[in-house]
């Protein structure tokens, strides 16, 4: 469902640029700087880069870095975005974005959560990492984030169960922009691990995102708990890797 994303291009690049972004610009781009500067990967893959910004920021610490990004809307301004920069992208789903190396860090900011398929995009991930590669992606945190944004009556949530919803939502710093019709996925977090597992891929890091004091006061109020999540996997040494179509059978 990536051309959900399409109308909100727009507006997503001016929340970054403007700042108005307190998560992208505050907690996660610091998170991702010194990600990089600690693994010093040569090659990265962003999948699912919406309007590039993250790749460009990270592209000044790799050798070569690929971004994709599926939505019509957001491969627009992206495309604007990584213009004149190193970072090499397309128009593709992790799904049909095939390479023949593999890539040191592959990171997915914010897009698990709203996958429909999750199997076939870790497996499609999978596909792109060798034995030293590096997967990390951050979701909001299953087991808050609902408390936070309220997107599931208490009748329609129950955390073991996977539940998909069209939502709508804004950020703290630009309250009257409604991002609209836009899908998300809660998911128990053992769902995360299993098929992470089930793709020869296991954790070797887990981070709950919870800001230092002098960052939450910038959202105007305290964080009561961890709002996301961070995963960091890799490949298991001793696991059967199964491809896509092993798995379908
Ligand atoms: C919530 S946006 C996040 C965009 C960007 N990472 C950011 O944080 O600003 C999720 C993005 O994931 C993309 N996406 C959805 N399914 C995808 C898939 N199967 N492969 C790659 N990208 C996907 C959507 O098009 C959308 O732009």
Not at 164 to 183: A, E, L, Q
Request: charged share 25%.
């Amino acid at each position: 469902m990536p051309h959900r994303w399409d109308d909100f291009a727009a507006v997503r690049r001016d929340q970054i640029e403007s700042g108005k972004d307190l998560t992208f610009s505050k907690v996660f781009l610091p998170y991702y700087m010194d990600l990089a500067k600690e693994l010093h990967p040569k090659s990265l893959i962003e999948v699912g880069c919406g309007t590039g910004h993250l790749s460009i920021a990270l592209s000044n610490h790799v050798n070569k870095t690929i971004a994709i990004e599926p939505s019509k809307g957001m491969h627009i301004i992206a495309e604007k975005v990584v213009e004149g920069s190193g970072v090499k992208l397309f128009p593709l789903r992790v799904e049909n974005y095939k390479s023949e190396h593999p890539f040191d860090l592959i990171i997915s900011h914010m897009v698990l959560q709203l996958v429909d398929d999750l199997e076939s995009f870790i497996a499609s991930v999978a596909e792109l990492m060798g034995n030293q590669s590096r997967f990390v992606f951050a979701i909001p945190h299953p087991c808050f984030y609902n408390e936070y944004k309220k997107f599931f009556g208490p009748s329609e949530y129950h955390y073991m169960v996977e539940t998909t919803k069209t939502v709508s939502f804004t950020v703290t710093k630009d309250p009257n922009t409604i991002i609209s019709g836009v899908p998300y996925c809660h998911r128990p977090l053992s769902r995360y691990f299993f098929v992470l597992k089930k793709f020869g891929l296991y954790v070797v890091d887990f981070e709950e995102i919870f800001p230092e004091p002098e960052i939450q006061s910038l959202y105007g109020m305290a964080w009561d708990f961890p709002r996301y999540c961070v995963f960091h996997a890799q490949r298991g040494k001793d696991r059967l890797i199964l491809n896509k179509s092993e798995q379908l059978l």
